[in-house]
T-cell receptor, first 115, second 117 residues
Framework: EAQVTQNPRYLITVTGKKLTVTCSQNMNHEYMSWYRQDPGLGLRQIYYSMNVEVTDKGDVPEGYKVSRKEKRNFPLILESPSPNQTSLYFC??????????????FGPGTRLLVL | AQKVTQAQTEISVVEKEDVTLDCVYETRDTTYYLFWYKQPPSGELVFLIRRNSFDEQNEISGRYSWNFQKSTSSFNFTITASQVVDSAVYFCALSEGPLFGNEKLTFGTGTRLTIIP
């Protein structure tokens, strides 16, 4: 089954304790992206990757890191989480459109609470 | 800069009524893509439709239909004969093109639809 998976689904942590949210897709997609969803703000892009070893900032990258060492995986790293990073996080992937937009498919979401 | 406005924050209708969710977008590009996603109470994002700016044909899929009007920069979504399972938050999203880099989706703030049995 074609899917995007994220782990963990729920996470409670404390300020400053490094964490990683994993994202994996089995569709051989080139493009992957992280979004965060906050009430009243919709979803905003954090980072994206156009292919292995190619990553760049989205609209709200502060406090986050990513890496893309393998095509299927795109982990989101919070080196020193703060309470304002409490949010619902989504990973998405799509085939790269080379000039047009393919449909992005989303993972199930990771709900993060930073105390 | 691209922008998506979903002015209806919450809508409630009685089951079997028709309901339309509004989406208005702003873009300076002539090539762009519009999407609708559904977020049920379980939280995942479910893809519903993708439309490019060159295709203004309305689309129908079962009880769902979409009305794309470039003249008013709108991409409205109608559910006919609503059912309780339609209760969810619905997001409209825009991606500008042509795309040779970040294929970012810009989302509206969502419309929470509640279907009352």
């Amino acid at each position: 089954e074609a899917q995007v998976t994220q782990n963990p689904r729920y996470l409670i942590t404390v300020t400053g304790k490094k964490l990683t949210v994993t994202c994996s897709q089995n569709m051989n997609h080139e493009y992957m992206s992280w979004y965060r969803q906050d009430p009243g703000l919709g979803l905003r892009q954090i980072y994206y990757s156009m292919n292995v070893e190619v990553t760049d900032k989205g609209d709200v990258p502060e406090g986050y890191k990513v890496s893309r060492k393998e095509k299927r995986n795109f982990p989101l790293i919070l080196e020193s989480p703060s309470p304002n990073q409490t949010s619902l996080y989504f990973c998405a992937s799509s085939a790269y459109g080379y000039g047009h937009q393919e449909t992005q498919y989303f993972g199930p979401g990771t709900r993060l609470l930073v105390l | 800069a691209q922008k998506v406005t979903q002015a209806q924050t919450e809508i409630s209708v009685v089951e079997k009524e028709d309901v339309t969710l509004d989406c208005v977008y702003e873009t300076r590009d002539t090539t762009y893509y519009l999407f609708w996603y559904k977020q049920p109470p379980s939280g995942e994002l479910v893809f519903l439709i993708r439309r490019n700016s060159f295709d203004e044909q309305n689309e129908i899929s079962g009880r769902y239909s979409w009305n794309f009007q470039k003249s008013t920069s709108s991409f409205n979504f109608t559910i006919t004969a609503s059912q309780v399972v339609d209760s969810a938050v619905y997001f409209c999203a825009l991606s500008e093109g042509p795309l040779f880099g970040n294929e970012k989706l810009t989302f509206g703030t969502g419309t929470r639809l509640t279907i009352i049995p």
